[in-house]
């Protein structure tokens, strides 16, 4: 459930509620909006207690949350959320773009990646080191060396870097390394991994699972937030459907949906939602009318020799031109790119 404070409640009508919380064996969680503070509730115990707090002089209102994700429902916290990646918003004004190859595959790959991304308008460089792949005798990363060249590559251009993450012992060197820590479609619902990142501070971008319904994956950023990080970006980046033609379905709908069930930022992903190069341009169009803060787009100059994902990796031209046209749209939004 939520507490409504009322307007002009002080921070110590603030604290005492909070600590009423805590006393009847409840977790709090504080959101100070520009009117109003919010104390969400969240506990273990069957009954929620909302006649102690509603006759609370302090408290405007009691609202029982139904839905199964809390701390990321539009109900605890009205006013969208911006996520700061080192100076980089996620969630205002601005689309945020991030680009780069599927893989580091070397230090002269992603740097030469990463200054034409940067040409184009992207603020972020993606790139993966440690790579959940299919196949274990697939291309599996870089590791350690692949993080020096991400942060090499941050050092010549200024990009703001993030990376995916695999397994939680690779928490502490994700973030000596990088700004913002990816948890791929494939770890989308791994709890373990979830909860590590949430006792983090680091910004997290966290991807749809390809079989994950939209309840379930704000559960999963629910995992997050519920272990003290607020940093989370949902990612919609394709789903299983019977649909072969393209490598996932785009989901734009929940791009939309979780815009009014959430607060957090909502960056779609068309490289790995279509898997084809030619129809990145146009679902990157689609996605910001749908209401997306952010893209993410897969970048390689030589897609053909690409370790992973060449096929749906747009060219540093064409990734310019992309962007060109997908700033039309963001200005009819009433957004900048
Ligand atoms: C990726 O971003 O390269 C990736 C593996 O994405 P996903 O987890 O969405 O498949
Ligand atoms: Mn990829």
Redesign the pocket.
């Known amino acids: 459930m939520i507490i409504v404070m009322k307007q002009g409640s002080t921070e110590a009508d603030v604290r005492e509620v909070v600590m009423l919380v805590e006393k009847m064996g409840y977790q709090s969680h504080l959101s100070t909006g520009v009117e109003r503070t919010i104390i969400g509730v969240i506990g273990h115990k069957d009954k929620s207690p909302i006649q102690a707090f509603a006759s609370l002089d302090t408290v405007e209102s009691v609202i029982p949350i139904i839905k199964p994700f809390k701390l990321s429902s539009i109900e605890m916290k009205p006013e969208r959320t911006v996520i700061d990646v080192d100076g980089v918003a996620f969630g205002a004004e601005k689309i945020t773009v991030i680009a780069g190859p599927?893989?580091v595959e070397s230090e002269d790959q992603i740097i030469r990646i990463a200054r034409h991304v940067k040409e184009a308008g992207a603020q972020m460089l993606?790139g993966?080191a440690y790579?959940?792949r299919t196949s274990p005798y697939s291309f599996q990363g870089l590791e350690e060396e692949g993080l020096r060249f991400l942060r090499n590559a941050k050092q010549e251009t200024g990009l703001r870097t993030v990376t995916?993450i695999v397994a939680i012992g690779d928490m502490d060197i994700l973030a000596e390394y990088v700004d913002m820590v990816?948890i791929?479609?494939?770890?989308c619902q791994n709890f373990a991994l979830l909860k590590a990142v949430g006792q983090s501070k680091m910004p997290v971008l966290l991807?749809r699972g390809?079989s994950t319904t939209i309840k379930e994956f704000l559960q999963a950023a629910e995992y997050i937030l519920s272990e003290g990080n607020p940093n989370v970006v949902l990612?919609e980046?394709?789903i299983r459907t019977f649909e072969d033609a393209t490598r996932n379905t785009l989901d734009l709908s929940a791009v939309a949906l979780l815009k009014t069930w959430s607060h957090l930022p909502v960056v779609a992903?068309p490289?790995?939602g279509t898997g084809i190069r030619e129809l990145v341009t146009p679902m990157c169009r689609a996605a910001v009318a749908a209401g997306a803060d952010g893209l993410?787009v897969?970048v390689h100059d030589r897609p053909e020799e690409a370790y992973?994902?060449g096929p749906q990796s747009l060219k540093p031209a064409d990734f310019a031109a992309c962007l060109t046209e997908t700033a039309k749209i963001a200005a009819a939004m009433g957004r900048s790119m």
Do not use: I, L, V
Not at 184 to 187: K, S
């Open positions: 599927c893989s993606r993966g790579k959940p995916e990816q791929g479609a494939r770890n991807k390809m990612c980046r394709g992903d490289s790995h993410t897969e992973s994902d």
